[in-house]
């Protein structure tokens, strides 16, 4: 019998340490086999945000617990993993370098091969975990420090159709969480919130709606949630300001998703257009459904991964190693943590840009 090829993956570019083993079953995706995943929420919350020195210290004295336990759970033996995978940025360069380190030795002791991973791409490939996906698709990337239009055209390949050029949309619900009372990371809390509030009672901006291509910005909405906070004097108020601000992201999104949907469609002329949410934001119920009812009326088959896998997690870093793996890819032992890793590198850097769209 063939054997199957089984990836170890590892994620540390922030505040989850993550180990996971999927394996190739011969149908169109993998088995996960294991995937742990234990979050530094606690460690963090009192700070209001991720205190890179702390993560790392976290990371340190989790990651071996964490690796035995996904080995553990997977039932399998370690000499059975035919590669190991493990986020190399971006993220935070001392997170990184403890998965990264952590994985090249595991690699080196089992005589594997190494392969590093781009975190944004293991967020981008996440739907190849439950979903049958061809190339090229339309990827709607929101996350904590990433919110992004790409075309992905191949393992690896990735043209940028749009980013933010202030604060990533996870960065945006946190800190409007944070103004609101609610500890970090708030997104989920918000999303909470907002079913028990009248989204129509706070009008708030939506900036570069209306130019900037499928460029995002979301600056001056966090300002105006700011405003409006100072003024609130119930929790009825909080949960009407969480329902508005989620209401004006969800129309944001519809509106930049039509833009994308033509710019995509201008350069791929392919019978089935397929459009991928991923991201931790991704798990927010009302946005799936209102991307989902979009992309549907425009002709696009809207693919979510599951809520578990839209946060970060090691099986989707496993994913990515092992398409590289059948791609023959991998990378040498002195690969750098690399910080900033952009997925396409021809892309300009368009933070702070306002003035010029
Ligand atoms: O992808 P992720 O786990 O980490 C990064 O790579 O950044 O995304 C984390 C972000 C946080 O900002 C968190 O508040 C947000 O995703 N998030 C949500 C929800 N769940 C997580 N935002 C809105 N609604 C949610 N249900
Ligand atoms: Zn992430």
């Known amino acids: ?35 742990i995943v234990s979050s530094q929420v606690d460690v963090h919350k009192e700070f209001g945000g991720v205190v890179p020195e702390l993560a790392a210290r976290s990371h340190i004295e989790k990651i071996d617990m964490i690796a035995k336990k996904a080995i553990e759970k997977s039932r399998i033996k370690i000499e059975e993993i035919d590669a190991v995978a493990a986020t190399a940025g971006p993220g935070l360069i001392v997170c990184l370098s403890v998965g990264l380190n952590f994985g090249k030795t595991v690699a080196l002791s089992l005589k594997k091969p190494f392969i590093a991973v781009n975190h944004l791409e293991g967020h981008a490939l996440s739907p190849k975990l439950n979903s049958k996906i061809n190339y090229p698709y339309l990827l709607l990337l929101i996350s904590g420090g990433h919110s992004q239009f790409l075309s992905v055209q191949g393992l690896g390949k990735y043209k940028r159709l749009g980013t933010t050029i202030d604060d990533a949309l996870g960065e945006a619900f946190d800190k409007t969480a944070k103004l609101l009372g609610i500890e970090f990371p708030g997104g989920p809390k918000i999303e909470e919130y907002a079913k028990l509030g009248d989204k129509n009672y706070y009008s708030l901006p939506k900036p570069i709606i209306n130019r900037g291509g499928c460029n995002l910005s979301f600056a001056g909405l966090k300002t105006a949630v700011l405003k409006i906070s100072k003024t609130i004097k119930s929790n009825q108020d909080k949960y009407n300001l969480a329902a508005s601000f989620q209401k004006t992201i969800e129309e944001i999104l519809c509106e930049k998703s039509k833009i994308a949907f033509k710019e995509f469609k201008k350069n791929n002329k392919i019978k089935k257009n397929i459009f991928v949410i991923a991201g931790g934001v991704a798990s927010n119920k009302n946005i799936r459904y209102k991307l989902s009812e979009l992309s549907l009326k425009e002709k696009f088959d809207p693919i979510f991964p599951p809520i578990s896998l ?32 952009p997925l396409d590198s021809k892309a300009a850097f368009l933070k702070g840009a306002g003035v010029k769209l």
Request: aromatic share 4%.
């Open 1 to 35: 019998m063939k054997k199957k090829t089984t990836i170890l993956g590892i994620e540390t570019s922030c505040d989850e340490t993550a180990v996971s083993i999927i394996q190739e079953n011969g149908s169109d995706k993998p088995s996960i086999l294991s995937n």
């Open 310 to 341: 839209c946060s970060d997690n090691a099986a989707m870093i496993a994913m990515v190693g092992l398409e590289k793996y059948k791609h023959g890819i991998n990378n040498n032992l002195d690969f750098p943590a690399k910080p900033r890793w």
